[in-house]
């Protein structure tokens, strides 16, 4: 399950008591209520309903939007890296911000209705002075990842032996040691891979969908649960590995499909907002990259029911970067900037993240490199397409023999080429700004040189070492 690990303090000005909150005119809401009414006021405002989620505005959101007002449970079926998980996390922050509950209610119950019958018994016996409490909404979110060994005690609860040993009754509801969807009560429970979970598993969640009850050891408890119950799965495993059991289906009142990014822009977007980022990764370098993920993803040497995550594209950045660093480190570089000659190093370290077809066994690395080389020409022809890089061509012409590679510094790297006529509109074109560090200049230069290697206009050889060498 997971908790909030800094749960703001309650502000002081809160009632704390159910006669003090009474007062206060408090009207009590379902959690489906509290959804739908504060995503009703953000549609009607502009507010972001979902702040961090890229690439679904006009997918995903808007079916996910209709479940929440219909309040309608849902399940998301999509890859693996689509999002899934953060979309449900993300739905907590349509809660109310603070909501009352008996205070040392193990199922945060709400003072109106207290469903337990020891709270019952308390609220009696207390009237207006019941002691009241309030929960944040980062408290409010219960999550589970279904494993093989999760268990129904895990998920309901389970009869307590140490309370039976005290000398209560087995039947006594207060036996019970609640599991994590009673104690989510009053707010979201995510089942992440939900077709993992053992079909006799599954059955448990039944009564909590759709008669909003649970069952433990032989014996009935009525307890109206308040709970958004939500749940992601992939599609494979939901047709072949695993599956959610059809009543199971039944009762959940939406299935929104999700997807990955679907322009290159997106998928940029993407890794620019996820990737933590060591050192600067220029944005053609980005797209570089997000443009390399979709090629993999369509690459027919790729298993492609299992996906290609976004992560890939994410972790793929973050080497890059992680390559700039070492050449500063190394070279006694002020500013660490990712060139292209970073990316060679991708190839190897992200191969375990794709799931090859059984017939490209031992090709990997020459599948994505190649695939690598795809996305570069093509980032050079959206980035630089109608740019006279005459100027490259003609110092090579002349002789000029460049050398890089990820341990050539940018200083060394531009001390090799002069003055080059055109390298200001390629700057430009880039985005690198009127003035660029070395380290820029020199990932614009590099990019230019690559990008007309691979357009068939300059010669390039790798050395034994490790070195890139352009020249005629």
Known sequence: MT?????????????????????????????????????????????????????YDDTVLPEVERAILAGHDLVLLGERGQGKTRLLRGLVDLLDEWTPVIAGSELHEHPYHPLTPAQRRRA????????????????????KLATPDTSVGDLIGDVDPIKVAEGRALGDPETIHFGLVPRTNRGVFAVNELPDLAERIQVALLNVLEERDIQVRGYQLRLPLDLFLVASANPEDYTNRGRIITPLKDRFGAEVRTHYPLDIALEADLVTQEADLVAEVPGHLVELLARWTRAVRDSPAVDARSGVSARFAIAAAETVAASALRRAGLRGERDAVARVCDTVSVTSTLRGKVEFDAGEEGREVEVLAHLLRVATAETFRARLGGVDLSGFTDLVAEGTI??????????????QLGTVPGLAKVLDRLGLGDAPSPGQAAAGVEFALEGLHLSRRLAKELTDDGRTIYGS
């Open 402 to 415: 460049i050398e890089t590679g990820d341990l050539v510094s940018a200083e060394e790297l531009l001390a």
């Open 3 to 55: 908790e909030a690990p800094f749960a703001p303090a309650v502000p002081d000005d809160l009632p704390r008591t159910l006669g003090a909150l009474r007062a206060t005119g408090h009207s009590y809401r379902t959690v489906k209520q509290e959804l739908r009414d504060n995503l009703l006021d953000r549609l009607r405002t502009g507010a972001p309903r979902f702040p961090g989620i890229v690439g």
């Open 124 to 143: 009696a016996e207390l009237g207006d002075d019941l002691p009241v409490g309030w929960l944040h909404r980062s408290e409010r979110y219960g999550e």
